[in-house]
């Protein structure tokens, strides 16, 4: 049947008194609220995909759209249609590069529905058909999907069903989520919460507290994630395909068999960081995705712990100690998404440890050590540039045969000593990151940018004489870091302000 009714206003279905439900099942050539439907292009359990376009179209709408259609059989779980009730109400509240641009949505009364952007690229689910997939790819693809993460938890978004179907690929690089439909926002409501008391998510990649009926916490995309590095890597599900609530709960004290034990060619590194974000309590995983992809970024500095070289489950016994703590223990959630992202940022200090006094060194210690220990979640990134005229082209080594590089890892791993022990900074919260380039400033800000940074610590030089004729790094990053900027003097300054101090200030923040 066609519906020729006049098309609605861009962002919903129009609000008529009493709308007249559309016939359904949908047909080819349709037209519903001004949208034409062209093919099917995917029928899943929950939902229908159609391809669709405007009948009028919209200036300045140049994208293809998609349009999702519940499937209303009327035996269905209940939960389905909430969710796509909670679909419909977040997705018009997302934005950025790894959500689809949302278009419509249509009333229930008539017919429900959500326009969006159609992504093209393939999902991910493909290529879980050919796992293992070598590492390098694995890597990239968890980078990627960290920095979706990212950005969907700053907009206060948890997603809560992370896994490959749910994960587009877009062809020029780049991943979009889809399916918003257990997903939770700090700013709506949480239908899902209010009407239904049984855990939700898919099977496989369900975080321990999804099980136990948390919804609120971004460190469960991180569960996920883990799951999904894991199966990728070693063409093997961490906690196979449950299918009872019970089964569920085995994760709670039965853990995955160390990827390493699977594929021994897996680097300790590798197996790290997966095994860190399987962690049963969410406080022992990484605390942010930007703390993660840091780390799948910079594979050498990773800090390894047991965690790396296990090539065993745990015993038995240790196995139902922590069966016996599940029983009676309840998870501490976060008091909201955005809460757990104010309070795990990624921190870096920028340390001259050849260039700076040791006064500046020490200021500036206490300042970072300060910010750590306000910030129990945050992970801290020492970062130090090691001036290259041309990169390959310079002396690698000095008058010792010592190499340069290790030499500045060893300074940076010095001056951060004294806090390390002291805030327990060993488990994974620091990291040393020596960066080779032509100009500190350019290294400093593209790191910060890359790595998703959110506060950069540095110091200033002494004098204003020496700025002049140097030039100064912490101004130009102050101006080009999208982030927060402290910049340390030392304590007692041999010169007063001069009008090129203006940008800064002792720790003057931007
Ligand atoms: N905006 C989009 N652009 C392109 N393809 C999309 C888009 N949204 C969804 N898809 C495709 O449709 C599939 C199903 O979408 P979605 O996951 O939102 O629905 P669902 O309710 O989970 O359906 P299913 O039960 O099949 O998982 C996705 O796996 C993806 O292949
Ligand atoms: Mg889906």
Known sequence: MNDTSPPPSPSSAPPTASPTPVTTPLQPGQVLDGFVLEARLHQGGMANLWQVRREQPLPGEDFPLIM????IKGGEDPASIVGFEVEQMIMPALKGPHVPRFVARGDWRRQAYIVMERIEGDTLRPRLDQAPLPLVEVVELGIQIAHALTDLHRQHLVHLDIKPSNILLRPGGGVVL?????????????????????????????SPEQVQFIRNDPRSDLFALGVMLYHLSTGERPFGQPASVRQLRRRLYVDPIPPRAIRPELPPWFQEIVLHCLEVHAERRYQSAAQLALDLQRPDAVPLTARAHKLQRSGLVRRFKRWFLAMGEEPRPPASVGAQVARSPVIMAAVDVQGATPALLEELREVVRRLMQTEPGARLACVGVMKTNRIGMDELTDAQGRSHHVQQLIALKNWAHPMTRELALEDGRLTFHVLEAPDAADALIEFAAKTGVDHVVMGARASSALRRYLGSVSAQVVTQCACTVTVVREPALPDAPGGDDALISPSASN
Do not use: A, N, Q
């Open 178 to 206: 889809v399916d918003f439909g257990l997903s939770r926002h700090d700013f709506l409501p949480d239908l899902l919460e209010e009407e239904f008391s049984l855990p939700m998510g898919t099977g496989p990649y369900m």
């Open 68 to 71: 999702k259609v519940p499937r």
